[in-house]
């Protein structure tokens, strides 16, 4: 529903802003491993596609350095170590 209700969209993860960008760049190019995993747990309406529908999950990976803003593409930003 978020898809086609919002023309910007914010993720959060643990209470912080994870991703921010235009609805239809959010879910044709999701950056953020968390942004990811949501969009895959979007359920999918043909039992036989989700046979093949990936549903990994998000698990924290734990990086070297200090988290920051990177732009991605004209509005689309991502919170990520450097």
């Known amino acids: 529903m978020v898809r086609y ?3 910007r969209i914010g993720v959060m ?3 912080r802003l994870v991703e921010l960008a235009p609805g ?3 879910f044709s190019h999701p950056v953020h ?4 995993s949501l969009i895959e747990a979007i359920p999918v ?4 596609a989700a046979k093949n529908h990936s549903h990994a999950g998000y698990q924290a990976q ?4 200090q988290p920051v803003w990177h732009e991605v593409s004209p509005g689309h930003f991502v919170f ?3």
């Not at 491993?33 to 990811?36: C, D, G, H, K, L």
């Not at 309406?45 to 036989?48: K, M, T, V």
């Open 5 to 7: 209700i919002s023309d």
């Open 13 to 15: 993860h643990c209470g």
């Open 24 to 26: 239809k760049e959010l």
């Open 33 to 36: 491993p968390y942004t990811q």
């Open 45 to 48: 309406p043909d039992p036989r």
């Open 62 to 65: 734990r990086c070297g350095g």
């Open 80 to 82: 990520a170590a450097e």
